[in-house]
């Protein structure tokens, strides 16, 4: 589904966390028309902080406490979460497309803030990347028609998108990295080792996991983030971060990108301003691109 010029958005915001949220507060003040894609359980790191002692004017607050307050604020200025998982982002010249499994949105500009992954790569697994080893398993099943593949979950969407492969695919293998049930289908193998890495010559050919391998033709890592390198073709990084200016701008016109995916220090106030920043600057960019 391609949408028309006239559905398309001033600014995409990739995330909801503080960064994000914060983006999308100061976006909307200035009537921009904005679309946020994420989730309403916003980052575990938020939620599971026993006691944020630095946030200014909000002293001993549980991080249970200021996710509650950071969706109060949100609600209060009618700004919606789209509940859509962006798989790539591709730089058309004026605007971008977000594709998001079986839609694309457009949007002018946009801002990541989908924080960062703190798991590191399996061995093999960005060597094999469109070669066999895949982030969204709804997207790419259809190429794996009649074919083995092997999905290793680290959430519980990932047992719904399993399922739903499960009737294109000849046999599917599932490597649960969750705890709790699992609802998979009867045709679906559960193998509950630990992946180690992924193997082929020109293609993946199998998945080597710390008691024994699989032959597989394709390998899905369902995660909640991707690298912001393999999720932007083209974008700058600095070690495992996205290179910035001040402006928060990336080396993509149009693109910018705010909180913990641009570096240290992790704080949930330093992600609320810079979202701030990449917001006011993707506005004045926009007003720019009007007067042109």
Known sequence: ???????????????????????????????????????????????????????????????????????????DMNIKITEERINNIYAMGKYFNLMANDKVYEAST??????????????????????????????????????????????????????????????????????GDLNLKDNINIIKSRPISIE?????????????????DGVFLLKDSIAPGQLVPGLEMEDQYIKVNRKMETNIKGLYAAGDIIGKPYQYIKSAGEGQVAALNAVSYLDELKNK
């Open 110 to 179: 946009v801002i990541l803030a989908t924080g960062v992954e703190f798991r590191a790569p399996l061995k093999g697994e960005l060597e094999y990347l469109g070669r066999g080893v895949g982030y969204c398993a709804t997207c790419d099943a259809p190429l794996y028609r009649g074919k083995k593949v092997t999905v290793i979950g680290y959430n519980k969407e990932s047992i719904e998108e399993t399922n739903f492969i499960s009737e294109i695919v000849s046999e599917v293998n599932f490597v649960p990295m969750i705890k």
């Open 1 to 75: 589904m391609n949408m028309s010029m006239s559905n398309r958005y001033d600014i995409a915001i990739v995330g909801t966390g503080p960064a994000g949220l914060s983006a999308a507060i100061n976006a909307k003040i200035r009537n921009k028309n904005i679309i946020l894609f994420g989730t309403r359980n916003l980052s575990n790191k938020v939620m599971k902080a026993p006691k944020v002692n630095n946030y200014l004017g909000l002293p001993k607050v549980t991080g249970e406490e200021l996710k509650d307050t950071f969706l109060s604020h949100i609600d």
């Open 200 to 216: 082929g010559d020109r293609k993946v050919k199998k998945l080597v996991l710390d008691d024994g391998e699989i032959d597989t």
